[in-house]
């Protein structure tokens, strides 16, 4: 029996695949949120972070129930930082991003634990791909994207994994 757990990690591997081949030049507009969906709360560690260097400029989001692990990263700081349910629990370096790259304005707490595929829409709308993959372990997930920018998997009727990206400008 696949646990959340299993899940999440194979949709993380999948997604880094997609990542990887997805990172293409764009026209398309720079996603922000358009909608009034519900939000997750900022930690007490996650306010710290934002009141000294803003929000991420990018960010990953996986969730299983109420467990949350998030990595933010900040490429003028060239770091990443990783939260567990909130708590800051590590810190990584990050090369800075060259020149002539643009990221979404979303913020992480847009994505809030047991966000429905409908709640998604009122962030978003549509997606402009959507598919799922044909292997038996990833049975039952779908796979958004918008733009290139915003890579999600939904499992369950619930989303399980946000990531956001970088794309580069012409």
């Known amino acids: 029996m696949k646990t959340t757990k ?3 990690l194979k949709v993380v591997f999948v997604m ?4 990887v081949t997805a990172i293409l030049i764009s026209n398309e507009p720079i996603l922000e949120s358009i909608g009034q969906a519900p939000k997750a709360a900022l930690s007490i560690d996650q306010q710290k972070f934002v ?6 400029d990018v960010f990953v989001v996986t969730m299983e129930g109420d467990r949350r ?22 810190h990584r370096t990050q090369e800075k991003l060259p020149d002539g790259f643009v990221w979404p304005k979303l913020r992480p707490t847009e994505f809030k634990n047991g966000m ?3 709640e998604l829409e009122q962030i978003f709308n549509k997606p ?21 920018q915003v890579k999600v998997a939904i499992f369950d009727g619930k989303i399980i994994y946000v990531q956001t990206l970088p794309v580069p400008t012409r």
């Open 6 to 8: 299993d899940i999440v």
């Open 16 to 19: 880094a695949v997609l990542v």
């Open 51 to 56: 009141d000294k260097l803003g929000y991420p």
């Open 69 to 90: 692990k998030e990595i933010w990263t900040y490429f003028d700081h060239e770091k990443h930082f990783y939260f567990n349910n909130g708590v800051f629990s590590d």
């Open 116 to 118: 429905t595929e409908k």
């Open 128 to 148: 402009t791909a959507a598919g799922r993959v044909n292997l038996k372990i990833m049975e039952g997930i779908k796979f958004y994207d918008y733009y290139n």
